[in-house]
T-cell receptor, first 113, second 117 residues
Framework: RKEVEQDPGPFNVPEGATVAFNCTYS??????FFWYRQDCRKEPKLLMS???SGNEDGRFTAQLNRASQYISLLIRDSKLSDSATYLC??????????????FGRGTSLIVHP | GAVVSQHPSWVICKSGTSVKIECRSL??????MFWYRQFPKQSLMLMAT?????????EQGVEKDKFLINHASLTLSTLTVTSAHPEDSSFYIC?????????????FGPGTRLTVL
């Protein structure tokens, strides 16, 4: 089983739609969680961190379920500019103290007019 | 946010040559930098963790003698692809963060696209 798994999609949705992505992780000792956005041929950029209590930033809501070991990202009122690949990132501590991030393969979102 | 630069942004080279990629944190000190490789439509794959003043930690399956990493200062890490072959063609990205806090954001460089002929 991969450490971090995501449905690669693509998710093809009309403007204004609500879309949700899930990401599962295998290491129960993982300590921090993030969603990154990556546009084609560009570097990833942080979208939001995911906290245990859940958090919201405008149209974006992230949730963490430690018992089931998954995180989710909900995008409301999709815009054309939301089209991108969304990467789930999970950090766990290694021997030596460093927090090492593991990336999922990403979920592709295409928002069409 | 913090800025991480990479140089060069793209490089085309002949098989058998070595290519050096630089990663710099421009406005903060990065005790640790990460090097990733990404093939088309694939996830970022962590290659190694670069620690200032010590040896890099390589992920399983990554040849340390082929991918030489040097982190000589708190703002610069270099990745050298030695004796490059066409299968090394990929998008190489570095990132930097302060690892004292697991929730600290990672800042990515813009990436280097390597094509080996």
């Amino acid at each position: 089983r991969k450490e971090v798994e995501q449905d690669p999609g693509p998710f093809n949705v009309p403007e204004g739609a609500t879309v949700a992505f899930n990401c599962t992780y295998s290491n129960s000792a993982s300590q921090s969680f993030f969603w990154y956005r990556q546009d084609c041929r560009k570097e990833p950029k942080l979208l939001m961190s995911v906290y245990s209590s859940g958090n919201e930033d405008g149209r974006f809501t992230a949730q963490l379920n430690r018992a089931s070991q998954y995180i989710s990202l909900l995008i409301r009122d999709s815009k054309l500019s939301d089209s991108a690949t969304y990467l789930c990132v999970v950090k766990g501590r290694r021997a030596g103290g460093s927090y090492i991030p593991t990336f999922g393969r990403g979920t592709s979102l295409i928002v069409h007019p | 946010g913090a800025v991480v630069s990479q140089h060069p942004s793209w490089v085309i080279c002949k098989s058998g040559t070595s290519v050096k990629i630089e990663c710099r944190s421009l406005d903060f000190q990065a005790t640790t930098m990460f090097w990733y490789r990404q093939f088309p439509k694939q996830s970022l794959m962590l290659m190694a963790t670069s620690n200032e003043g010590s040896k890099a930690t390589y992920e399983q399956g990554v040849e340390k003698d082929k991918f030489l990493i040097n982190h000589a200062s708190l703002t610069l890490s270099t990745l050298t692809v030695t004796s490059a072959h066409p299968e090394d063609s990929s998008f190489y990205i570095c990132s930097a963060s302060d690892l004292a806090d697991s929730y600290n954001e990672q800042f990515f460089g813009p990436g280097t696209r390597l094509t080996v002929l």
